[in-house]
């Protein structure tokens, strides 16, 4: 849904349209999170998404970081390609709260 909202918007950050974090949204859908972090890019193919995220320089490196946490146990990805061809893809990483 929040790749869609970027996709419609043809603008993203981790802050939705209708000002929704990610813990909000996650909420919304049911799910409680003790660890919440997401990943988002603007990109032509999933693979130079994930280079992207992954080859970040160390010391700035937040998506790497997301990707490499051990305190993450569930993952969640969407993608909108826009009339373009270029595509908004979203990670969502998290590890439920002990009552889910």
Same mark, same amino acid.
């Given at each position: ?20 974090? /990610? ?6 859908? *049911?799910?409680? @999170? ?6 988002? !890019? $603007? ?14 320089p160390l010391g700035a490196d ?5 990707? /490499?946490?051990p305190n993450y146990t569930e993952? *969640?990805?969407? @993608? ?6 270029? !595509? $908004? ?7 439920p709260a002990h009552n889910q």
């Amino acid at each position: 849904a929040h790749a869609e909202d970027c996709q419609a918007r043809d603008a993203c950050s981790h802050t939705g349209g209708d000002g929704a974090t /990610l813990r909000q949204r996650l909420q919304r859908a *049911g799910y409680t @999170a003790n660890w919440a972090g997401e990943n988002w !890019v $603007y990109a032509r193919y999933p693979e130079l998404a994930l280079e992207w995220w992954y080859d970040e320089p160390l010391g700035a490196d937040p998506h790497r970081r997301n990707l /490499l946490s051990p305190n993450y146990t569930e993952i *969640g990805i969407g @993608a909108a390609r826009n009339q373009w061809g270029m !595509v $908004y893809f979203i990670a969502d990483f998290a590890a439920p709260a002990h009552n889910q």
